[in-house]
């Protein structure tokens, strides 16, 4: 008898289903899931934001970026495998990742972006089964009932309980839901997984190395002048800055000054979950609130004193004072022993093609969402000229700006290459550190020249009396004025070559300048002749 022809069709439809499944990949019937969690050895390499100039670090996720090495150990897995490297950095750019170390090549890279969270645990949990625990707020007393999660999480969170549809977090108790198991595909910390095929299963030691955004560093110098020397104490300090949640211990750091090509791109950025926003109908209303007062503080109004940031001189100028109670005697000066702060460690200088690397020489921490200090330098007795500087460019009328010229060479007790930033200034008057000012320096080359300026006196001032243009000729007349003890050394930034030659004038940094001395308690007029 011959086969119906309703059993044939189940029949080929039966073999035909077979052989689909023996034709499918092995990864689709079965993989092995291996996870290593925790890094036996790391190294950071944190590269400055090259777009960032003397403008502010943005501390919430900083723009620079970071080379990460680590050493994980794991076990791989026989025939087709899912390796996963829990922790990495939260900025991490998948497609500069580089795995070492592994028996087999690797077939396919991920990064699994969705973090755990409250937020997430819900948007995991839609439509799905939770359990509602309330607390009484008057016996103690929870209560827990089933729910369902109709709608969330974004615009509010509304639960299907036996007793109907109600709002997440408004029922006026103290309420929270708990979830049974966790869900597939959240993870507490950032993942980067790839798929293996290996022969045999074997424990080997990786080498995970990628870049990641969300790291920066910055200089900042603190510089202590002499009062009896024209020399200074200077430190630097480099603050280094992770925006990430991952934690980065024990590790070997090292910093890079300089300007590295780098392409930026949208990574993944910051990976952190959206706030779990629960929104009610309000059930307040302001009668129920005590009205808060507020009392107008009193306001004095002190003398205003002038201090001269050099030779500690007060000059002060009356003004009308409301009647106060006396301020309480000063405390006695401390001891100064050295202007110069002590370091413990500081940070070891090499070379890196055109770059400087500043390595690390001990193990360090570079915790997550915080800052680190690390000591780049410390020279004491750098001797500096001082001249207060007037350019013409900015006007010529008021305060001169305060200029300390140096010289990085190793005669001048420097000698390295110094990176951009701020230096703090101050000065040492009655046995006190007084703060100077603070400028912004850029990046000093072995055996240059350079300035920082500090601030503006009010001791020498200048006053533009007249300004004359006739045949491409401009006339500047002035007058500076000197309230200072002794003599001071004073420099006219001028908008071009003068006429004739005089004494003092040159060329210096590409800008033509007058230098002159200008007598204590003295008013000097000046004149002189550009032509264009």
Not at 206 to 218: C, E, H, M
Request: positive net charge.
């Amino acid at each position: 008898m011959g086969v119906p022809l309703r059993s044939r069709k189940k029949l080929c439809f039966d073999k035909l289903s077979a052989a689909a499944i023996f034709l499918l990949p092995l990864p689709a019937l079965a993989q092995t899931i291996s996870s290593s969690d925790r890094t036996s050895d790391v190294s950071v390499s944190i590269y400055r934001d090259p777009q960032r100039g003397d403008g502010p670090v943005n501390r919430d996720w900083p723009g620079g970026y970071a080379l990460i090495s680590e050493t994980r150990t794991i076990t791989v897995p026989a025939g087709a495998g899912v390796l996963r490297f829990v922790g990495v950095a939260e900025g991490m750019l998948p497609e500069s990742a580089i795995v070492t170390g592994l028996p087999a090549g690797v077939i396919e890279k991920n990064r699994d972006a969705r973090l755990l969270s409250a937020h997430g645990l819900l948007d995991a949990h839609l439509k799905r089964r939770v359990t509602l625990v309330r607390t009484n707020l008057k016996t103690g007393k929870k209560v827990q009932q089933n729910a369902i999660v109709q709608s969330g999480p974004n615009g509010g969170v509304l639960l299907e309980t036996p007793d109907g549809v109600e709002a997440l977090g408004c029922s006026g108790l103290p309420e929270r839901p708990t979830y049974s198991q966790l869900p597939d595909g959240l993870s507490a910390r950032p993942v980067y997984s790839v798929r293996t095929r290996a022969k045999a299963a074997m424990t080997v030691t990786v080498k995970l190395t990628y870049l990641a955004q969300g790291f920066d560093w910055y200089t900042s110098y603190v510089a202590h002048t002499d009062k009896d020397t024209d020399t200074l104490s200077i430190t630097g300090w480099a603050t280094i800055l992770n925006g990430g949640a991952q934690s980065f211990p024990n590790a070997r750091l090292q910093l890079i000054a300089g300007s590295a090509l780098y392409n930026r791109k949208e990574g993944l950025g910051q990976e952190r979950a959206p706030d779990l926003s629960l929104q009610c109908w309000p059930l307040d209303v302001t009668s129920t609130h005590p009205l808060t007062t507020y009392e107008r503080l009193p306001f004095y109004s002190a003398p205003q004193e002038h201090l001269d940031f050099f030779t500690g001189e007060r000059h002060r100028k009356g003004v009308p004072m409301l009647e106060m109670m006396p301020p309480p005697p000063p405390p006695p000066p401390p001891v100064m022993d050295s202007p110069i702060t002590a370091v413990a460690m500081v940070a070891q200088q090499e070379q890196l093609g055109d770059l400087k690397l500043y390595r690390v020489p001990e193990r360090v921490t570079v915790a997550a969402q915080s800052s680190k200090q690390i000591a780049l330098m410390a020279k004491d007795k750098v001797p500096f000229e001082r001249y207060y500087v007037f350019d013409t460019n900015f006007g010529i009328n008021g305060g001169a700006q305060i200029a300390l010229d140096m010289i990085n060479i190793v005669k001048k007790g420097l000698g390295l290459p110094l990176p951009s930033g701020m230096v703090n200034a101050s000065h040492e008057v009655n046995g006190e550190w007084l703060f100077g000012g603070g400028s912004s320096m850029r990046d000093i080359a072995v055996g240059e020249e350079f300035r920082i300026t500090p601030g503006t006196s009010t001791l020498v001032q200048a006053r533009l009396t007249n300004r004359e243009w006739r045949d491409n000729r401009e006339t500047w007349t002035l007058k500076i004025s000197n309230v200072h003890d002794t003599p001071v050394p004073v420099e006219i930034l001028m908008p071009g070559r003068p006429e004739k030659d005089m004494e003092g004038v040159a060329q210096r940094n590409g800008r033509w300048s007058w230098r002159l001395s200008v007598p204590a308690r003295e008013t000097l007029d000046l004149t002189y002749v550009v032509k264009y």
